[in-house]
């Protein structure tokens, strides 16, 4: 944690769409954003169909600029039997997603390396998945 470059994001472990995310630039505003999150953990834990609160975990991390994409997949009995690439939109001031680009951009070789790591981490995790 010592080892963490502002600006910083926080979020909760589970979830999807930026929901529960801020930002934080400095000390103060990433008090700010844990004090926020754990106000909001009992609205997070009915999205999310979560029971208890140590279920609901707190993610800090870097913030990283650039290009977000989505691979999207259909895993059974630990195979890919489809798989997506997708741009992810600019998001709002608010990290709230605004859209996809589907197929995406992205050149041909930069989809199949992003498949090719979605292969390996599925071989990883085999049946786990």
Not at 7 to 19: D, E, Q
Not at 45 to 51: A, N
Request: hydrophobic share 45%; charged share 20%.
């Amino acid at each position: 944690a010592n080892d963490l470059k502002l600006p910083l994001m926080v979020k909760p472990s589970l979830g999807a769409g930026k929901y529960f995310l801020c930002g934080a630039a400095n000390l103060q505003e990433l008090a700010r954003g844990v004090q926020a999150f754990y106000a909001n953990l009992p609205s997070f834990m009915g999205k999310w169909g979560i029971e208890t609160a140590d279920e609901a975990r707190i993610v800090i991390e870097e913030f990283v600029t650039g290009s977000e994409v989505d691979v999207d997949a259909v895993i059974q009995d630990g195979k890919v039997l489809f798989a997506a690439v997708s741009d992810n939109k600019p998001p709002l001031h608010n990290f709230m997603e605004t859209g996809c680009l589907c197929p995406s951009a992205l050149p041909c070789e930069d989809q199949a390396k992003l498949l090719q790591l979605l292969e390996n981490v599925v071989s990883m995790y085999g049946d786990g998945l």
